[in-house]
């Protein structure tokens, strides 16, 4: 049983800020990258960002430097902080296991439960 448990979502204006949160087994952290993406109702679930053993990054092209993807190896975490929100931000994000930095969505090895954002005014 892989345990992926996601936090820090919630209601913010447009322009706010969160920092999502997902802790994962130590054997798991430490052997694969670890991604988040987003699914509006409805939506095809897309890439938003992801971050190697080693720290290596990956970023979808809409995060324009409004997000940023850490680790911190001492507590098995990844966070995401998103700045700068917009409503079209508002969706579930999943944090999830990859193989590797570039892999795709069918690649995906595990996901979390998802965290609700939600930008709206």
């Known amino acids: 049983q892989v345990q992926l448990v996601e936090s820090g979502g919630g209601l913010v204006q447009p322009g706010g800020s969160l920092r999502l949160s997902c802790a994962a087994s130590?054997?798991?952290?430490?052997?694969?990258?670890m991604g988040w993406y987003r699914q509006a109702p409805g939506k095809q679930r897309e890439f938003v960002a992801a971050i190697t053993t080693d720290g290596n990054t990956a970023y979808a092209d809409f995060v324009k430097g409004r997000f940023t993807i850490s680790r911190d190896n001492a507590k098995n975490t990844v966070y995401l902080q998103v700045n700068s929100l917009k409503p079209e931000d508002t969706a579930v994000y999943y944090c999830?296991?990859?193989?590797?930095?570039?892999?795709?969505?069918?690649?995906?090895?595990?996901w979390g439960q998802g965290t609700q954002v939600t930008v709206s005014s």
């Open positions: 999830s296991v990859k193989p590797e930095l570039y892999a795709s969505l069918a690649q995906v090895k595990y």
């Open positions: 130590r054997w798991i952290f430490n052997i694969y990258t």
